[in-house]
């Protein structure tokens, strides 16, 4: 009986020494990994800026990109310098467009659960709409601040940026943070699962901006809302809809909504998306001292409003009139490798749009298809072909989106991304 007890205490004492060297050792990871992306855009009869006056026009962007990621059970180190090329433009064989870091945080872990990111990094919410890191961009959209992660049973964020006087040496239209114009930004996100059919999100920000003028410094403008999915097999249905409120810079008070239904369903090789996008605008019998024109914030527009980017700048793009976009994207399967992808929106303003002071008739702006074609041969390549073209109403020309309603909009791109591991290192230690 002695030897039996004396051989259990042994057992727990070497089972005890094992799981606590295996608790304290430290587990590090290096990993690095390249990506190379020319990008070639035809463009032809549309206009992004008023200023836009060569057409057609072909021109050529790349983006290069180092990622370097060192994690452990306690700390994450991110950096992701990057080179913005651009080629072909107007007078210019090739120009540096940036040479920026898109990212650049670290990340220690409070808790198994509790994590604090510090630095520059994307912030991508939700489906993009509202806070997107914006992949498309060459230069991609990250923010300067600090974000407090929480994960267990739900998902929830905290996250505080700031902007800062950005050096000036090159292009900002090729920084991923130099377009910002707030002085500091507050999100709250939260991500809870009720059943296994219904996911909640929600998203509440505060945008300090500084005045240029007047006798309050700053002002803000409020953004609540937030979304709801449902799904069952293959059936999936969500709504989206923010309220905003506050101050813009013309020291109006804000009153302005967005909502945006949409259903799915999935056959196995194709899927089906069906919805449309409100974004409201100010009227004729809108107060002078309000303004019902939403801005979606830090999102992207192609992924909803259409790759030729015809509206992205609001309230400008649509003259404050608000837009209403219903849209059908379909996208098939061909095989491992293949995807091809068709997109078809209506373009509506909310309120007819003004001449010379007076409203005009009807509100229909116009017709947009996007065609593309993904093949993907090996895991590092990705080859992405896109074709879109627009028919424009003559409301269009007012927007100052089209110079001729009467010629057919184009665009076009042919995309290379080759992303390649360098380097992947794993290794266990002890503390």
């Known amino acids: 009986m002695k030897k039996r007890y004396l051989t259990a205490i042994l057992i727990q ?29 035809y463009r032809d009869n549309f206009m992004w800026t008023p200023a836009d006056t060569l057409m057609p026009e072909v021109y050529t962007t790349q983006r290069n990109r180092l990622s370097i990621t060192y994690q452990s059970n306690r700390l994450r180190l991110h950096a ?9 433009e107007s007078g210019q ?34 489906n993009g709409r509202i806070f997107s890191a914006a992949p498309w961009g060459q230069q991609s959209r990250a923010h300067e601040g600090v974000r407090f992660l929480y994960k267990k049973k739900f998902e929830t964020d ?94 109006k008070a804000i009153r302005a909504y967005y909502i945006q239904p949409e259903i799915s369903v999935n056959t196995g090789r194709t899927l089906f998306r069906l919805g449309a996008e409100i974004l409201s605008g100010s009227n004729s019998s809108t107060s002078k001292e309000v303004s019902a024109s939403f801005l979606p914030l830090y999102g992207v527009a192609w992924k909803f409003m259409g790759n030729m980017n015809l509206f992205t700048k609001f309230p400008v793009d649509v003259n404050e009139r608000g837009l209403v976009n219903p849209y059908l994207f379909i996208l098939y399967q061909a095989g491992k490798k293949l995807s091809l992808r068709g997109d078809s929106h209506l373009f509506y303003s909310q309120y007819p749009l003004l001449r010379d002071g007076s409203e005009i008739g009807g ?69």
């Not at 992701?80 to 072909?88: A, K, L, R, T, Y």
């Not at 920000?205 to 002002?219: E, H, K, L, P």
């Not at 947009?368 to 895991?379: A, F, G, I, Q, T």
């Not at 791109?413 to 230690?429: C, E, I």
Request: aromatic residues 16%.
């Open 363 to 431: 509100t229909y702006l116009g017709f947009e298809s996007d065609l593309s074609l993904n093949y993907k041969p090996v895991k590092t390549l990705e080859i992405i072909y896109g074709f879109s073209f627009a028919v424009a109403n003559q409301r269009m020309e007012l927007l100052n989106k089209v110079p001729d309603s009467g010629k057919i909009p184009v665009w076009s791109y042919l995309m290379v991304s080759f992303t390649p591991r360098l380097l992947s290192l794993k290794w266990v230690g002890t503390r």
């Open 13 to 41: 004492i070497c089972v005890g020494k094992g799981l606590f060297a295996q608790s304290d050792s430290l587990r590090r990871e290096l990993t690095v990994d390249f990506e190379i992306r020319p990008r070639a855009e």
């Open 93 to 126: 064989f090739s120009r540096v467009g940036n040479v920026n870091f898109f990212e650049l945080y670290a990340e220690p872990k409070v808790t198994p659960n509790f994590s604090v990111r510090i630095g520059r990094q994307a912030l991508s919410l939700d």
């Open 80 to 88: 992701s310098p990057q080179e913005i090329h651009v080629w072909g």
């Open 158 to 251: 905290l996250t505080i940026a700031f902007t800062r006087p950005y050096a000036q040496h090159f292009d900002p239209a090729y920084s991923p943070v130099a377009s910002h114009t707030y002085k500091y930004l507050f999100v709250h996100h939260l991500k809870y699962k009720f059943a296994n059919q219904v996911l909640l999100t929600t998203i509440n920000t505060i945008d300090v901006f500084r005045r240029a003028s007047g006798n309050r410094q700053y002002y803000e403008r409020i953004t609540n809302g937030g979304r709801l999915d449902y799904t069952s097999g293959w059936f999936y249905a969500t709504v989206s809809a923010y309220y905003q409120y506050g101050q813009n810079a013309a020291s």
